[in-house]
């Protein structure tokens, strides 16, 4: 069975930086494409940033400039740099990816259990 484990969520002054670690284990599988999502209390679940095999990125707007995805696929491991952090980027970071797996011939998404970041003074 496909697990994502997240690491590196934690407190940070304003300004301040953090590095998301996601690994992707367990059955044999090819990734497509992998990334970060977050949740912000009451609100909806929104993509952050995301990383295909290709090395092709799609990064928000609102954080442009100031994160940066990258992945290192033969460890099958995502990356999430974030520099000036605001307090409006406290959120639960959601690891994703999009993975064909080899046993059923199908593609499926998979998600981390989350890792929380507070952006706080």
């Known amino acids: 069975q496909v697990q994502l484990v997240e690491s590196g969520g934690g407190l940070v002054q304003p300004g301040g930086s953090l590095r998301l670690s996601c690994a992707a284990s367990?059955?044999?599988?090819?990734?497509?494409?992998m990334g970060w999502y977050r949740q912000a209390p009451g609100k909806q679940r929104d993509v952050v940033a995301v990383?295909?095999?290709?090395?092709?990125?799609n990064i928000a707007d609102s954080v442009k400039g100031r994160f940066t995805i990258s992945r290192d696929y033969n460890k099958n491991m995502v990356y999430l740099e974030m520099n000036t952090l605001k307090p409006e980027d406290t959120a639960v970071y959601y690891c994703?990816?999009?993975?064909?797996?080899?046993?059923?011939?199908?593609?499926?998404?998979?998600w981390g259990q989350g890792t929380q970041v507070t952006v706080s003074s």
């Open positions: 994703n990816a999009d993975l064909y797996i080899l046993a059923t011939r199908h593609h499926s998404v998979y």
């Open positions: 367990g059955g044999i599988f090819r990734i497509n494409a």
């Open positions: 990383i295909t095999t290709g090395g092709g990125t």
